[in-house]
């Protein structure tokens, strides 16, 4: 089992920056890769960032340049920087920690962001 606690979220004009963490409790054996994902209404869920267990990191197109993943073993947790912020960024920021053994994935309890034009 892991849980997933997240802050950071909030409101910020076009353009501002925001830092959302991740931390992780529990179970860590097998995990193979940590990142965010986002919903905003009426959309589906969309990756937002991944960070693997080697450290390879992957972005979408839409957040490329603007949003970076880091983590800190020693505090189990796991960053999302998110710069140069747009209208279309808001939505809920989901957490995410996927495990190998067995098969799952497990989820924070998401943070809402929203940036005002």
């Known amino acids: 089992q892991v849980q997933l606690v997240e802050s950071g979220g909030g409101t910020v004009q076009a353009g501002g920056s925001l830092r959302l963490s991740c931390t992780a409790s529990?179970?860590?054996?097998?995990?193979?890769?940590m990142g965010w994902y986002r919903q905003a209404p009426g959309n589906q869920r969309e990756l937002v960032a991944s960070i693997i267990s080697g450290g390879s990191t992957n972005y979408p197109d839409s957040v490329k340049g603007r949003f970076t993943i880091s983590r800190d073993n020693a505090k189990n947790t796991v960053y999302l920087q998110m710069n140069s912020l747009k209208p279309e960024d808001t939505a809920v920021y989901y957490c995410?920690?996927?495990?190998?053994?067995?098969?799952?994935?497990?989820w924070g309890q998401g943070t809402q962001v929203t940036v005002s034009s």
């Open positions: 529990g179970s860590f054996f097998s995990i193979t890769a």
């Open positions: 995410y920690v996927r495990k190998r053994l067995p098969p799952r994935d497990y």
